[in-house]
């Protein structure tokens, strides 16, 4: 285990933690059936849900996009270095996880500055012998810092895959575009981008819906089109792997998301929506429940 972060004094993660206002890591967290939340993460999180009922498919087919994508670059294209930024609290089949599954030498920096997330991180760090995992408390905009510290555990000779899902959508057009272009400039060729994003390409109403009620909480929430996400590939001279920018859940299906193990019906009933979210299977998406692009691009 490393990373300088990890020993910050307690008592100044708590100062810097505001549990009055919700935060998009922690919100993600209620979606995904964690336990690291305060109200305000999950009265943001209900309020999304009420806005779009089905709106949980978008999380956690944004998370089997990671899954598969990784999955590929770990067991098809030998990739072992990932650099995942706006990682989010622990959970279920982390980045590290998923490619020591395939390469137990893997290395991976995961990057949040989120203080929540950083009391949790070292969750995180729990690598097989053989590999190496790191922490970075920085936010995405300080593109320097982060490549400086994963220089630690990272090597920039070799091929690294950058991870920015479900990021840059919290992040205005004049700081996303070019910070993704600083972070690939500084990357080996042979490296890979991993991306989603949110957008009202495809069903304009619900999502819009749901980003009424983050932008109301104070959130950035930019909603680009196929054409603005694809810039953060095609303007970094990125060629975008096969099957392109798509709707995450049509990314290199292999209908193999996980089924969550299922309660007793009793206690299910007594569950409100958004902790019923966690045990739904995902399975049955439809085209009309997703509003996020994934895609993977190549550095030549």
């Known amino acids: ?65 990671l899954r598969r994508a990784v999955t590929a670059l770990a067991e098809e294209d030998g990739i072992r270095q990932f650099l995942d930024i706006g990682t989010g609290l622990p959970t279920a089949e982390n980045v590290h996880q998923i490619a ?80 993704v272009r600083e972070l690939i400039d500084a990357l080996p060729a042979g490296s890979r981008l991993v991306l989603s994003h949110v957008t009202d390409d495809l069903n304009p109403e619900n999502v819009r819906a749901v980003q009424r009620t983050y932008t109301e909480r104070g959130f950035t929430f930019v909603l680009r089109s196929h054409k603005d996400v694809e810039r953060f590939f095609t303007e970094n001279g990125l060629e975008v792997a096969a099957p392109g920018v798509v709707p995450v859940h049509h990314w290199r299906q292999d209908h193999a998301a996980p089924v969550p193990e299922q309660p007793e019906e009793s206690y299910l009933a007594g569950l409100e929506d958004i902790e019923k979210v966690r045990y739904r299977d995902i399975n049955d998406v439809t085209d009309a429940d997703i509003n996020i692009y994934g895609g993977l691009g190549v550095k030549s």
């Open 1 to 65: 285990m490393s990373g300088d972060a990890l020993r910050q004094d307690p008592a100044e993660l708590r100062r810097r933690i505001d549990s009055s206002r919700a935060h998009p890591a922690r919100v993600y967290d209620v979606f995904l059936g964690g336990k690291d939340h305060y109200p305000a993460d999950r009265n943001a999180a209900a309020a999304g849900l009420a806005a779009n009922p089905r709106g949980y498919l978008d999380v956690r087919h944004n998370r089997d996009f």
């Open 100 to 179: 020591q599954r395939t390469a137990p030498d893997s290395r991976v920096v995961y990057v949040d500055n989120d203080p929540v997330v950083l009391a949790h991180a070292r969750a995180l760090l729990t690598s097989g012998p053989e590999g190496r995992t790191d922490y970075i408390d920085a936010d995405l905009r300080s593109a320097d810092r982060i490549l400086e510290q994963a220089a630690r555990t990272l090597d920039f000779d070799r091929p690294i895959a950058l991870c920015l899902v479900a990021i840059l959508h919290f992040v205005p057009d004049e700081e996303a575009y070019p910070v």
